[in-house]
Nanobody, 122 residues
């Protein structure tokens, strides 16, 4: 099993960029699909992006498609989320998670990080 730890969140103006990183402990990182999710208070956690174990396939929520890019470096046990053209509605706590199979459903993921806050000002 892996344990994800997110970093890279912060405050940015609308139109700006941030890159989130997720470092995962565990020797089996390369066998896991990885996903990014986000949550705002009072709302359910929502899917943002996911990537297969080898990086061959990715999937994005419609709300971030064309603006966000997920990638991974298995040699560094790290997955990234490059966020461009940020909007105030992207403000949320962003979570990184690991799953045994590729899925957009939060229920498929069994290892979660503690989250990192992203705030986009207008």
């Amino acid at each position: 099993q892996v344990q994800p730890v997110e970093s890279g969140g912060g405050l940015v103006q609308a139109g700006g960029s941030l890159r989130l990183s997720c470092a995962a402990s565990g020797r089996t990182f390369s066998s896991y699909a990885m996903g990014w999710f986000r949550q705002v208070p009072g709302k359910e956690r929502e899917f943002v992006a996911t990537i297969t174990w080898n990086g061959a396939r990715t999937s994005y929520a419609n709300s971030v498609k064309g603006r966000f890019t997920i990638s991974r470096d298995n040699a560094k046990n790290t997955v990234y989320l490059q966020m461009n053209s940020l909007k105030p509605e992207d403000t949320a706590v962003y979570y990184c998670a690991a799953a045994g199979f590729w899925s957009t459903a939060p229920s498929a993921y069994d290892s979660w990080g503690q989250g990192t806050q992203v705030t986009v000002s207008s």
